[in-house]
Structures are given as structure tokens and as C-alpha cells.
């Protein structure tokens, strides 16, 4: 099947968008020109809209426990713990190690070491050894397995729980079910069932390649 290449947004409405919200910081600038320079797949990284997006959420909900799961070089790990409260904390995993380290010396230098736990492994894994009692989540990592994640932590998270899940348009292949590969499956099965799920309540936002919010009821 043809890659597809929809845009959920007209680029220059997003541009316009971008201009109009708060700016990168300097340090947020800096990491993003270096995943640049060093990831073979630097478009992986949230970037300043959706980064913005997922500081502002996490300020206005101020959680205690985060959980990041696909850390990458850490952009969408440092806005989530801008929002934590006081003596809080974001576990973030991934299973590539070269990237985060990348990140950090930007967790450092944004004053946020203390804060950030990183685990290095297979999420599926790392998932098995920890409290899962999380106050917000961001699922960014393998699509083949977003529902395995979900259905690892919905029943664990407390009432009123986030779970944020990137991707989820994924670039309109959602809208090809007949030819769906094995990414797109993953979260086509993802969608359907969080539609379904009389636990939560649930709203896709069309900004960049669509953000699921879900949120326990
Ligand atoms: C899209 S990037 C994450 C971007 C990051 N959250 C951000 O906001 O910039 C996806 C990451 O998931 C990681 N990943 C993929 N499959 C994984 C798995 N099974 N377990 C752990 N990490 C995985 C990849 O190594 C990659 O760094």
C-alpha cells in the first residue's frame, strides 16, 4: 500500500498555530537540533506544538505519578514534568538506550534530574516490574502493541487518570482497514476498543497525527 501523507491540519494553519502559542525554549531548541543531527529518525520527537500541548495538560492536571512510555531523546519527557507537583515523578521507558542518553543532559540541565526515572528494556516488560497506579500517561511507542499497554494499566489507574496516546490518525492510514499493515492495525485495534471501553470516556484530537485523550471515569 502507498504511504499515505494526509495532513490532519493545513501546514499553514499549524504554522500559524505554532506562532501563536508559546514559544520553544532556548534548551528545547537546542535538543531538537541535536536529535536533528543524531537520530535517523528525528520526526519521532514530539516537537514545540505537541510538546506545548503536553506541558499545558500536565500543568492543569499538576500529577503526582507520569508514565511516558517511548522516551526517544526525552522532548515529551521534559514538558510532562514541567507540570508535576511538588516531590513528584516521570517514569519514562524506552529500549533505546543511545537516544535517551542523548536526552540527558537536558533532564540536567532543566533542573529535572531528580524527577525523571528512566527505565531502559522492553516496555512490555519494564511494565510487569512497576506500580502502575499512574495519574497520567503518554503512550508513544510501538503501535503494534498501544492496546497491550492500555489494557496493562487501565484497570490500575486511579479515578480521573489521563491517558494521552500519540499517533493515533496514523499519517490517515486508519481510514484503509482493508489494507492495513501490522502498525496500523495496532492502532486501529487501539481506537476501537478505547470507543468501547465503558470505563473511560474518549475524544481524538486532529493536531499533528492525532493525540487520543482518554480519561477515567
Ligand atoms: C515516537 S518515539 C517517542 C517520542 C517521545 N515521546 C517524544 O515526545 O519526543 C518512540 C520511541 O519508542 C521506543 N520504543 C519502540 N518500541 C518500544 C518498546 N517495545 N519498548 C520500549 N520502547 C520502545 C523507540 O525506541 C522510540 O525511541
Do not use: C
Not at 59 to 72: D, S, Y
Not at 79 to 84: D, K
Not at 192 to 213: A, H, K, S, T, W
Request: proline residues 4%; glycine residues 8%.
Amino acid at each position: 500500500m502507498p504511504q499515505q501523507t494526509y495532513k490532519t491540519t493545513d501546514p499553514a494553519l499549524e504554522d500559524y498555530a505554532a506562532a501563536h502559542s508559546t514559544p520553544e525554549s532556548e534548551l528545547l531548541h537546542r535538543l531538537y537540533r541535536e536529535t536533528s543531527l543524531k537520530s535517523m529518525y528525528p520526526n519521532m520527537l514530539s516537537g514545540h506544538l505537541q510538546g506545548q500541548f503536553l506541558r499545558m495538560i500536565s500543568q492543569m492536571l499538576h500529577p503526582k505519578r507520569i508514565l511516558e512510555i517511548g522516551t526517544f531523546t526525552g522532548y515529551g519527557t521534559i514538558n510532562l514534568a514541567m507540570g508535576l507537583a511538588d516531590g513528584g515523578k516521570i517514569h519514562t521507558i524506552d529500549s533505546n538506550a543511545e537516544m535517551v542518553e542523548i536526552g540527558r543532559p537536558y533532564f540536567d540541565a532543566a533542573g529535572l534530574q531528580d524527577k525523571i526515572v528512566t527505565h531502559i528494556g522492553n516496555a512490555t516488560e519494564i511494565l510487569k516490574k512497576i506500580d502502575k497506579s499512574f495519574d497520567l500517561v503518554f503512550i508513544d511507542a510501538d503501535k503494534e502493541n498501544y492496546l497491550t499497554y492500555y489494557q496493562m494499566l487501565i484497570g490500575e489507574l486511579p479515578q480521573g487518570a489521563v491517558v494521552l496516546a500519540d499517533n493515533v490518525l496514523w499519517y490517515g492510514k486508519v481510514l484503509d482497514a482493508t489494507h492495513a499493515d501490522e502498525e496500523t492495525k495496532g492502532i486501529l485495534r487501539f481506537n476501537e476498543f478505547v470507543l468501547q471501553d465503558e470505563r473511560v470516556e474518549n475524544m481524538i484530537v486532529p493536531i499533528r497525527d492525532g493525540l487520543m485523550i482518554v480519561r477515567k471515569k
